[in-house]
């Protein structure tokens, strides 16, 4: 496993993020597992902006901003479109036809950063990065309604020093819908029925034994963390104005840098905190 020795040290490390901005499309068109409450555009954008901003000015990360797409209601959700390992990017083929055409402004993007791009062009296979989830050794992908077995075997493919394991998503969007990795060896995990079982399944399929932060909220369980250089462990989490039993968890992490991060109006159409950046780790100058 090529990736292994200095793979682990570097988990987290990041130079640069890219990100995009929200159409006010969203509002009304974007794809959502229940209707239900309205989104409050301004109050979205505000949220994104702080999240944003964290990245770059809290952080130092050099942030690539796309220009919000009309025509494309879900754009601000990056994460789906591109997988990002060391130098190479997987462009995805999202498991929703309307968001395919958001890979084309993420591929400009990450080919001004010189990266080896992949592109997903069978079209039996369906991908979604929310359903990616590599824990620094190796990559758990969840088949759900937008991800399929074709699309992890690209995945497979395409990073070859990593194991891929395969994950059923039944009662989710994405397999990230109820867990994320929130330190080098640690998987943050919701207390749902299906967020354990889950769990258990990623347990028995790996040969590597993980630590295990358990939320109460599954939602809160998405999380983004890095590691950045002088500054160290850094984990962005959900607000405790929106999950306070779940804040208590992570507030329980002594080596992190906790940030809070609210996400109420992009949660209204699914949308978590890793769905909208896609995080490299530039090694190799530009």
Do not use: W
């Amino acid at each position: 496993m090529a990736g292994l020795s200095s793979g682990m040290s570097s988990f987290g490390r990041c130079s640069h993020a890219v990100v995009r901005a929200l159409p006010e499309s969203l509002c009304q068109q974007a794809l959502r597992s229940e209707k239900g409450k309205e989104v409050d555009f301004a109050r979205a954008e505000r949220e994104h902006q702080l999240y944003v901003g964290v990245l770059k000015s809290k952080l130092g990360l050099q942030v690539l901003e796309l220009p919000a797409d009309e025509s494309l209601p879900d754009c601000v959700f990056v994460e789906d479109v591109a997988v990002v390992c060391e130098e190479t990017a997987l462009l995805t083929r999202p498991g929703a036809p309307s968001r395919r055409k958001e890979a084309e402004a993420m591929k400009r993007a990450l080919e001004s950063l010189n990266l080896n791009i992949v592109e997903m062009t069978d079209e039996h296979a369906t991908l979604d990065g929310g359903d990616v989830l590599f824990t620094g050794r190796e990559f758990f992908v969840g088949l759900s309604k937008r991800t399929n077995r074709r699309g992890a075997e690209i995945l497979a493919d395409t990073f070859k020093d990593y194991a891929v394991s395969t994950v059923p998503v039944a009662d989710s969007l994405h397999l990230k819908s109820f867990c994320s990795m929130a330190g080098p060896n640690l998987i943050a995990i919701g207390s749902s029925e299906a967020a354990q079982k889950a769990l258990k399944t990623m347990q028995q399929m790996s040969d590597h034994r993980y630590d295990k932060l358990t939320v109460p909220d599954d939602a809160a369980a998405n999380c983004v963390y890095l590691n950045i250089p002088g500054k160290g462990h850094i984990l962005l989490h959900r607000a405790p104005e929106e999950y306070p039993e779940s804040v208590k968890v992570f507030e329980k992490l002594k080596d992190h840098m906790l940030i809070p991060i609210a996400n109420t109006e992009l949660e209204k159409v699914d949308g978590a905190l890793t769905c909208c950046s896609v995080l490299i780790n530039k090694t190799s100058q530009l």
